[in-house]
Structure formats: structure tokens, C-alpha cells
DNA sequence: TTGAAAGCGTTACCAC
DNA sequence: GTGGTAACGCTTTCAA
């Protein structure tokens, strides 16, 4: 390893190490130089069909020796299949998303798919991508992720005899795996009433935005729930939206904390953002759960390492799930129209009772907010 | 959202919701309808070339009352091009390479690219992927992430004429984008004797594994050129390598401080893996960096949030390196053929000198240990 | 067992 | 402008 320049680059490449052949050699090739027809090349390459061994032979060693590679778009077009799977999640980067295909990969990586993943990050992406993953020839099957589909979208599909299955978003006729958003969020308010809070607030993502997911609004919805359900009335000052994002998160809540009166809880519409929470509570002196409970919705890895209180969601189980589903439709199978996984409420160290209801362990007291 | 059985599901669904052309049209099928030749039809959807208005009009007209897709494989075996590029990457759900493909999606995914990942979690897997991606007619380019290529990998991608650029794995010929890893172990090292400590651990991975990855053991003889520079005797029991895992992890740890002398240091040739030592010692009642001084690599980030002290290496940029180069040489330019990436300690909260060193704070106090 | 030839669905070149 | 017609590289059917 040699040291380089300023910017820690040492010294250019050729465009193309040109050292190759001209004609990039095609079975035409080796059949004629094999001194044999082309079916018999692919013969030899693909069925384990009826071939001689000694021509066999005679094949193989001039596929060695040209260093045949079928073409794979040849093959696709011919076969009309493509052994691949696609799999469709914005930002698959996001902790909730790896670890849903933490689930996923391992189910369609194991049998005679390819597994391919197609990145959205921008409204563009999406309709891009569903456009030509929908279109003919370039994959055996799809699991999209988190998208809301149109019927337009979910009918090229069909049309297309592409079998689909959603995960984290619902659409009638199309199997998805998902789990009841609305009643997560209840769970999630309901453990902070329990807890002695009525003074709740809310943080979660935009109501609208580019892609249609509606998680967060379902689950403030379950908030709004179960505050009515315990006679609590609402503060519309208590509902703090941003996009979805640890910063966004920080802001909001530092809003939060500035309230004449703030709140003595927060549900949190996800983990990521939960952890924004948390940092703006530090960084305000604000003692998690002293002062202010913070619960999540998730269950991401990292939760369990800082202790985070959370509505957990079986994430890598219902990649698993999806995989599985997309699995069985591919070998023409059939599978259930919706599989709702289950919820439970992850009870670690970010909730505690409210300052004025706590009775033992001595806290940084009331009030000392700001 | 409507309840469901006992395994979560509800009703099937119809394998292929049938209500579907028998025939899925082509241009052959949209030119006889709109009574034009199929070269027309390419032309209104391609070329913005010369076409009556009339003329795609009617065309335009045709292909929507037939839902006309064009094929995806017939394409890319016409125009011998695929506007995609594939980047290959091991475990591509761990925390590291994560990061890496953050800072790569963006920059592939601006362009007139589709970019599409392909996991390796196997050999198998490797090899298939190599091999496939390596053959005309799948993608146009390649990032390969962590993966060494042998030659006769890297000329066959040069054969097929794809363009191809290396992630944290190095070859003469190929562009790649590295860091000095022998260099970051004695950093990381150097670090922790600085801070007076002489017992000093190493945890990795293991030196032989089915990718012949060999960061680890590169930080790994940088951890023992800093010891012998310092003039401090290796001892071989200080050193464990397990799979890359926090549990692994974990378990390596708890032999470290079970040793009759245990380290008051060590260095973890990860983060994934610190944390993984971090836990052990909580769990033990070693106090961090009272009792056991932690020091990573890689910095992902949860590192910042659980305060680890580590040797960053620029993931993200890394990523967002190597994108760049590929679309240089996918527009036919050059690429150098290294470049090599800034390496820094981030000193935090889980690094301290070794407790008879220390004379301020107070702690557990030394010996404390188990 | 094996060669010849007909697709597979596009794109691009060449006359008209 | 536009239609006809070769490729593109493979698989598969059909005879022989």
C-alpha cells in the first residue's frame, strides 16, 4: 500500500486494459469451430440432454478456448424468463428497511432466484422502477416495500403475469404482509397512560409526502384513539410532524421542550427518530425517563442497545414472510391475501411514570425542565 | 384493517387474478394496429426522432389501448447496452456496508443509470454473482464491495468489456478505492498506548474465511507493529479472532477477562464487534473506560450515539467515490488506479488510561476486574 | 445424436 | 417521414 497524492489518488488506468479479443465470441462461434450446429452447443451447455461425450467434449473445449460466455439478454429474450427476483424499498439504507431485508434476502437467495434490489429515493425512482419491473423480461416476480400501489400499477403486473407481493403496504388482490399500524399506535399511548402520563405528545412523519406511506399518520390516529378513549383531550400543540429523520426529530422535540407546558411524554412514530428524541432531551438536561418518557416504534437493532422503550414490529420476520409468500406464487402456488404480523409493546428505560405521579427514586425533580 | 386467523393470514388469492390479455402485445401487435411498420413505433418511443405528429399520434393512441410495454430483454439484446450497473456486496445488511452503499446510491442513482445490488452471503453466491454479472448483456458496469477478485474474475470483466471499480478490496489494473488498514490498527493502537496502557487486546476476525476478506488481520499486524514499536512483548493470549458478530464477540471478551492477567485495553477490529465487547463488560461490572479501555473501528453510527472511540474511515465517502469513478469510466474516461482514503481516531467516551495509571476521576478502582 | 431453421421482441440501417 | 428488413445471441422444434 503506497502513499498518494493530495487528493489520494495514485496514477491513471487505461479505459479498457485492451488486451481483448476484438468479437466477444457467441455460440455461432464455437459451434462452427467445434465444427458443430448451435443447438448442440446449447445442448451441451443447458439440458442435460442427449449429446455424444465425445462431441461433448470437442464443445467444451472450445468454449474453454475462446472463453464462451452465453449472453444473458440472448437467454432472457429466448426463454422469456430471467430467474431473477426484484425486490423495490426506498430508502433501503434506513434501519427499518435493512432489516426487513435482512429477513427477506436470505428466503429468495436460497433457491434458483436472483435476488436484485432497486433502490427509491425520489418519487422519479419509484415510478421508474414499478414501470419497468412491470414491463416484460426483466424479472420472475417482485416484493415492493412500503409503497402504496395504484390499481394501474398492480393491474400492469398482473398483465404482465409477474406475481407481486407488498410488504408494509396493503392492496386489495395482491398478498401483503403488514401490520395494524393504528392499533400500534393505541399500544404505544396506552403504555404511557398506564404509566400515570397525560401529557403526551406526538412525532412523527409528514402526513403527506412523496411516496403515500401513511404508517405514521395511522399510528398518530391510534394516538388520537387512545387519548379518547381515556378522556384525554388533545393538544393540537402536542403533534409535532417532520420528515422522517434524527435532525427533523431533534428540532421538534426541542419545540416540545419550550412548550409553556410541555409534555411529560412523547410517542414517537419510529426508532430513528426516536433517537433524536432522546438526544435533544440530553442536550436540554432533560432526564429520559425523569423528566420525559420517550417510547418508539420499531424495534430496531439499536434500540435495544440505548434502552429504548418501543412498539416492537417483527421486521426481519416479515421479510421472511414476504419471501416466502413470493416464493410459493412463483412456483404457482397461491398465497393468503393478507398476513398481519403481530405488535407488542417493548417495555426498557425511556418510560417511568411522570414527575408528579413518581413516588420513589430520586430524579433530577420536577420542573427542572429547561 | 380487519382481524385474521391463528397464523395471521387471511383468505387466498387467485395465483394469477386472470383477468388479463392472453397476449401480451408487442410492437409487432401495436405497428399492425396502427397500420405503420415497427420501426415507427420505435421511433415515436425512443429517438425523438422525425415522425409526423399525425403518425404518433395514432401510435401513441394504440400503444395505450394496448397496454404496450416494450420488452426489457428484447431491448437490451438489440442495443447490446443495459443502462444498469451492479454493485456486488457481501452482507450487505451489516452496518458497514450500509454506510457504504449511503454514500454510493446517491451518485449511481443520479444518472442514466438503474443500479441494483447483488448480496453475497455465501462462495457460492460470489462466484455465481462474478461469474454472471461478468457475462455481456447483464449490466453495463460494476462496484465489487470487500470482495478480492483473482485474474482471471478481473479479465473476464475486461473480456466482456464492463467496466469495473473495487470498494475496500484491491488489484493492479482495476481501479479501487482502499484505506491503509495495517496503518488504522497501529493508530488505533498507538491510541491506547498513548494513553498508558501496555496490556493491550486484540479482537477480529478470523484470518482464513470464505472470502479471503483481510482487513482484520492487516489491522490486526498493525496492532502488533505499533506493540513492538512501543517495545511492548505481543503475548499470544491476548489476541482472539472469532466470526464477525457481536456475539462472537461477546464470548471472546468474556475470555479476555477471565485471563489470570487480563488486558486493561483492546482494540476490536470493528465496531459491529465493539459493541459486542462493550456488552461483555457490562454485563461483567467491568467498568468502560474506568476498568477496560474499548477502542473500534470503522465508526458506523451507532458508534457515535454509545460514545466508542474508533478509527473512522470515510464509509460513506468511500462509497460515494467509487460510484463516481465507475461513471467516469462507463462515459469512456479514465480512472487512477488508487485511491486511498483518510483514517482518524475519534476519540470518545470508551477510551482512558489503564486504572494504576490513572490519577483523577474516580472509578471502581483497579483490580476490580471479575 | 445432431444440424438447420424458426422464433423471441427490439433497434437500426436502407431504400422509397 | 416511413416501411421493410437485417441483425442481436440464444433455445427449441423438426427432420434426418
Known amino acids: ?100 431485508l435482512r429477513g427477506l434476502v436470505p428466503v429468495l437467495t436460497g433457491g434458483a432466484y436472483d435476488f436484485v434490489l432497486f433502490d427509491v429515493e425520489t418519487r422519479e425512482h419509484r415510478n421508474h422502477h414499478l414501470d419497468s419491473l412491470s414491463r416484460p423480461g426483466r424479472i420472475d416476480g417482485a416484493v415492493v416495500v412500503s409503497l402504496p400501489l395504484t390499481d394501474a400499477e398492480v393491474t400492469r403486473f398482473t398483465r404482465a403475469r409477474i406475481p407481486l407481493v ?52 395511522d399510528r398518530r390516529q391510534g394516538y388520537h384513539d387512545a387519548l379518547a378513549r381515556a378522556g384525554i383531550a388533545a393538544r393540537p400543540e402536542y403533534v409535532k410532524e417532520g420528515s422522517h429523520d434524527r435532525e427533523v426529530a431533534f428540532r421538534l422535540t426541542e419545540e416540545l421542550l419550550s412548550l409553556p407546558e410541555p409534555p411529560t411524554a412523547v410517542f414517537v412514530a419510529s426508532d430513528t427518530q426516536a433517537l433524536g428524541v432522546l438526544e435533544a432531551a440530553r442536550r436540554h438536561d432533560v432526564a429520559v425517563p425523569g423528566d420525559l418518557s420517550v417510547i418508539g416504534f420499531d ?51 425511556t418510560t417511568a411514570p411522570p414527575p408528579t405521579a413518581r413516588s420513589g427514586r430520586a430524579t433530577s425533580g420536577r420542573g427542572a425542565r429547561r
Open 1 to 100: 500500500m503506497t502513499a498518494s497524492g493530495a487528493d489520494g489518488t495514485v496514477g491513471p488506468v487505461e479505459p479498457v486494459p485492451a488486451h481483448a479479443a476484438q468479437h466477444r465470441a457467441t455460440i455461432a462461434d464455437v459451434a462452427r469451430r467445434a465444427g458443430v450446429g448451435a443447438g448442440t452447443v446449447s445442448r451441451v451447455l443447458n439440458g442435460g440432454a442427449r449429446v455424444s461425450e465425445t462431441t461433448r467434449r470437442r464443445v467444451l473445449a472450445v468454449i474453454d478456448e475462446l472463453d464462451y460466455r452465453p449472453s444473458q439478454a440472448a437467454r432472457n429474450l429466448s426463454l422469456g424468463t430471467t430467474s431473477t427476483v426484484g425486490v423495490v424499498v426506498p430508502f433501503f439504507t434506513h434501519a427499518s428497511a435493512v432489516e426487513r
Open 166 to 217: 407488498l410488504l408494509d403496504a396493503a392492496h386489495p388482490g395482491v398478498p401483503h404482509v403488514v401490520i395494524d399500524d393504528v392499533r400500534g399506535g393505541r399500544l404505544a399511548t396506552e403504555h404511557l397512560i398506564a404509566l400515570g402520563h397525560w401529557r403526551i405528545a406526538f412525532v412523527g412523519d409528514p402526513p403527506t409526502n412523496p411516496f403515500d406511506f401513511t404508517s405514521s399518520t
Open 299 to 349: 424495534d430496531i437493532e439499536v434500540s435495544r442497545l440505548v434502552g429504548l422503550t418501543t412498539v416492537r414490529q417483527p421486521l426481519q420476520d416479515s421479510g421472511a414472510r414476504a419471501g416466502a409468500l413470493l416464493l410459493q406464487l412463483l412456483e404457482g402456488g397461491t398465497a393468503p391475501a393478507e398476513t398481519l404480523l403481530p405488535l407488542e409493546v417493548v417495555f426498557r428505560e
